[in-house]
DNA sequence: CCTTATTTTTAGACTTGTCTAAAAATTAAT
DNA sequence: ATTAATTTTTAGACAAGTCTAAAAATAAGG
């Protein structure tokens, strides 16, 4: 079908572009870790092949075809993640690089039983929503902890950044997905709060806080 | 690690390589359907790297690190095969493009906690043996049904060919590893045979008999 | 043992995907 | 609005892996 190359770049296409903006060939190059005169020769292959629409100099945006396209890769690498984590004992700061390889095998019956092997997840460990096998995923609304207000609660759904020593922090303080968050103090003069978790009080920085998501309770 | 490309070449030459024979260009060029002319390439660069002797115009075998790397790309075809049938509803003859792919994914994590998930199992699928994550693996002794005589019995321990035609045939016929066989007749002018299987009485080809291979008990 | 047939290797070309360096287009700034 | 800075594209090169066609080495036959 498309190759692994094609594949990543179409990740990052889909990755960088909200709504129907175009995205800049640098910004796809410096997202993939490449050149950009690399990227240029991609852009005109991907729109040769009608996965990409491409406007010269000023950047390129996925077809309907391409976000198909991208919607399957995520939904690959996402179940492989839940698969990593629930089956094969992998934390979450693990699953990254290898579900990277999983997620360009091509077999429409293996992933479809994996779903089913899963039990249908509607979410990765990081708490991504995963698309069906027509490409369509529930969107969660959910708001960074950062613009939360003091007396707000909540539980985790999303975690933005995915590196592993952040991970691992969550990780020393048993913030997972779905943990409930309670917004007790905000400090004003470097934006820190203080909040409840399900265990124990905790000062979180506003770098912290903005990579963690929550659907707001009340 | 190693690129695709080589590994196929270290799985095709530990296939064809018996004791330590060297294997042929043509031989290896046949049995991956491409090129001598590529063959010599790859086998300079393996040779190379230490993964195979290459004598010129004589053939090539693999060095002992050749051969450790062929094992572990068995050991990760072989578990991803019983993955597909033991938990993800694959039959036998729907399992080997996808393990084909799946062989290939590096990180020695992913395949040992496979091979626990699947709780270790010692056969694949098709009753190939499955390396440990050692290399080592158990050979059973086992004969074709083709070498049997009238009277003989023994149990399904491995098919030669795993070719789709071939197994869903045995599927028709409700021959799967395990199966209980016992030779009634042996027809002289065709080779031809006459089985009692676990069910019911059968009449096999002398091709077909050549690719069951049985463990055999009295 | 010399000639023919087969196998293997070399040489050169092609594809995919990448890079560097230079040219062209766009954007920003005075 | 014209120059300067930035972004993007082109042109040419390279690496991996493959192929065809021709040359060299080996094997086979009389």
Redesign the interface.
Known sequence: MHSVSEENYIKAIHYLQDDNNLVSTNEIAHQMNTKASSVTDMLKKLSDKGLAEYVPYKGSRLTVEGVDCANQIVRKHRLWEVF?VE????SWD?VH??AE??EH???R??ID??DE?LGFPKQDPHGDPIPDRDGNYEKITQIPLAQMQKGDKGRLTNVLDSSSSFLKYLDRHHIEIGSSIEVLEREDFDDSFLIQTDKKKLHLSIQIAQNLFLKTSS
Chains 1, 2 share one sequence.
Request: proline letters at 0%; a negative charge; hydrophobic letters at 45%.
């Open positions: 990593l089956k094969l004992h992998f693990e690089d290898v390889q999983l095998i091509q077999s019956k293996l039983e994996l092997h």
